[in-house]
Antibody, heavy 123, light 110 residues
Framework: QVTLKESGPALVKSTQTLTLTCTFS??????????VSWIRQPPGKALEWLAR???????IYSTSLKTRITISKDTSKNQVVLTMTNMDPVDTATYYC???????????????WGQGTLVTVSS | QCVLTQTPSVSGAPGQRVSISCTGN?????????VHWYQQHPGRAPKLLIY???NRPSGVPDRFSGSKSGTSASLAITGLQAEDEADYYC??????????FGGGTKVTVL
């Protein structure tokens, strides 16, 4: 069974850098085809995709946030890390990591999700 | 704002059928990318409900079904049950190489 769990600070201040870690089990990040994304959800609002990293270290970022976010992986620890710079109160959200379970006519879908971690940004 | 547009809310009595629409454009759904659907109960992570327009993962009841046509997709719930009360999100892909989500639809069981 694949499980993912997010960890990181619950509270950060404006202008600070956020670092979140996604630790997963049941599958290796080095397995061919393995991909993990970060997705966030502000309170009461919709889901927003942030970034993706593949088993071969290929990375893709949200167009609107690509100047502020970096995704990386530590295969030996089965972890994926998201850093987001210059945090603002509007970045307050639950941050999820999710595994891409496959692609259907080019569109990836997420079959396993972490429980999410709420990050609040204070001004 | 979200790239994909969903009706904010729908409601129905137990046993009834409800439908949720998801509208995109020629850069995402209309470009041929498939649509996936997620169910999210309050305080919980999203759960994959439908993938590839109309495929159900193991364990998802067959009262959930999906379809896609042109630049839109829809999710239908037949035989509505109390536990179906949740938020539902559509998701696809865009020519800009990014994942796109809908704004979500809240389903209320009367």
């Amino acid at each position: 069974q694949v499980t993912l769990k997010e960890s990181g600070p619950a509270l950060v201040k404006s202008t600070q850098t956020l670092t979140l870690t996604c630790t997963f089990s049941g599958v290796s990040l080095s397995a061919t085809g393995m991909s993990v994304s970060w997705i966030r959800q502000p309170p009461g609002k919709a889901l927003e995709w942030l970034a993706r990293i593949d088993w071969d270290d290929d990375k893709i970022y949200s167009t609107s946030l690509k100047t502020r976010i970096t995704i990386s992986k530590d295969t030996s620890k089965n972890q994926v890390v998201l850093t987001m710079t210059n945090m603002d109160p509007v970045d307050t959200a639950t941050y999820y990591c999710a595994r891409i379970g496959g692609y259907s006519y080019g569109a990836p879908y997420f079959d396993f999700w972490g429980q999410g971690t709420l990050v609040t940004v204070s001004s | 704002q979200c790239v994909l547009t969903q009706t904010p809310s729908v409601s129905g009595a137990p046993g009834q059928r409800v439908s949720i629409s998801c509208t995109g454009n020629s850069s995402n759904i209309g470009a041929g990318y498939d649509v996936h659907w997620y169910q999210q109960h309050p305080g919980r992570a999203p759960k994959l409900l439908i993938y590839g327009n109309n495929n159900r993962p193991s364990g998802v009841p067959d009262r959930f079904s999906g379809s896609k046509s042109g630049t839109s997709a829809s999710l239908a719930i037949t035989g509505l049950q109390a536990e179906d009360e949740a938020d539902y999100y559509c998701q696809s892909y865009d020519n800009s190489l990014t994942v796109v989500f809908g704004g979500g639809t809240k389903v209320t069981v009367l």
